[in-house]
């Protein structure tokens, strides 16, 4: 194996650093999972990839994305024939570092403490709102990794990250000079995301008691990027965001809608179960906290009405579920 083929993310640098250190492998490819399916860039037996779509083929591979194993039953690959891990866990580094444990006797101190945190960041397992907005060192880190654009994701910067978080940890990695000023532009993005927020988000005429907060992204041209659940900071009272927007294709606006919704921590959302909401109306899936799914409409006029339809059907499953009746 000769090339880890990692997820651009928090839980995709952990596991990069850990499949790094347990099989000696220095060199890198950073990416999102649309690009793996797209099969934008070849992937060839000599990859180990992470936390991401299995590919057509690979020498390893690694990941939690219950989606992802399903696909392959629908491929007719046979998981069993695969080398590597898949389960169920909060990480693709829980999957990692549970498989390598076995056969290493020396793991490095600091790979607990990362793998611990990759859990919380990549399930959003935070107890609270005041819990998720603390400045830990895995926050900072994950923060930087999100400020840059996906041309500026595949840099040495990403692989200096790994490298240090496989050698030294996220306290060290969370200091390093190139973290902290990404880290403080992600801080500026996130006070414009606020700003979208505010202006793009309103409530269902029938959400009388104002629970679930929607924002509508539909109206940009470019593509919005925000992090819905920065609301629950500007709407403290309400019980879940839904965020509704347009997917784009290499840039460019399509008629087709992604929509995904999440609890407010803050909130008792017991009742609740968004995945449910996204199965029964078949556009997509999730946990309990948060779901997220597709509409695909063959024209913008479609679309506006689907809009509204999709929004009204998630509405009424939504106040059944807190036993509101029809
Ligand atoms: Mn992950």
């Not at 490819?29 to 083929?57: A, H």
């Not at 593509?223 to 879940?240: D, S, W």
């Not at 921590?265 to 996204?278: E, Q």
């Amino acid at each position: 194996m000769t090339r880890i083929v990692t997820h651009n993310d928090f839980d995709g640098i952990v596991s990069g650093a850990l499949v790094s250190y347990f099989l000696n492998i220095d060199t890198f490819y950073f990416t999102g999972p649309r690009s793996v399916n797209n099969t934008r860039f070849p992937i060839s037996s000599s990859d180990v990839v992470c936390d991401l779509p299995y590919p057509l083929e690979c020498g390893m591979w690694f990941d939690h994305h219950p989606g992802n194993f399903e696909e392959l039953n629908l491929r007719g690959i046979d998981p069993e024939k695969i080398e590597g891990a898949f389960a169920h866990l909060k990480s693709c580094a829980r999957v990692i570092l549970n498989y390598f444990e076995k056969m290493s006797d020396k793991i490095p101190s600091h790979f607990k403490n990362t793998v611990d945190y990759a859990d919380i960041i990549d399930a959003f397992d935070y107890k609270s709102i005041d819990e998720w907005r603390k400045e830990t060192p895995a926050k900072i880190i994950d923060g930087a990794l999100k400020s840059g654009n996906f041309a500026v994701r595949n840099s040495d910067f990403m692989k200096n990250v790994v490298l240090s978080v496989r050698d030294h940890g996220l306290d060290f990695t969370s200091e390093m000079p190139d973290v902290v000023e990404k880290w403080e532009k992600y801080c500026s993005r996130e006070e414009s995301m606020m700003k979208m927020i505010s202006n793009d988000s309103y409530f269902l005429v029938e959400d009388k008691e104002h629970e679930l907060l929607i924002i509508d992204l539909t109206k940009h041209n470019r593509k919005p990027e925000i992090i819905k659940n920065l609301a629950y900071i500007i709407f403290t009272e309400i019980k879940g965001v839904l965020e509704i927007k347009n997917i784009f294709s290499r840039g460019v606006k399509t008629n087709n809608l992604s929509v995904s919704i999440s609890l407010n921590l803050n909130k008792d959302s017991a009742n609740y179960d968004t995945g449910l909401i996204m199965r029964t109306l078949n556009i997509g899936d999730g946990h309990k906290g948060a779901a997220a799914g597709v509409v695909n409409c063959s024209s913008k006029q479609e679309m506006l009405s689907e809009k509204k339809n999709v929004l009204q059907n998630i509405f009424k499953l939504w106040r059944e579920q807190n036993g509101a009746g029809v």
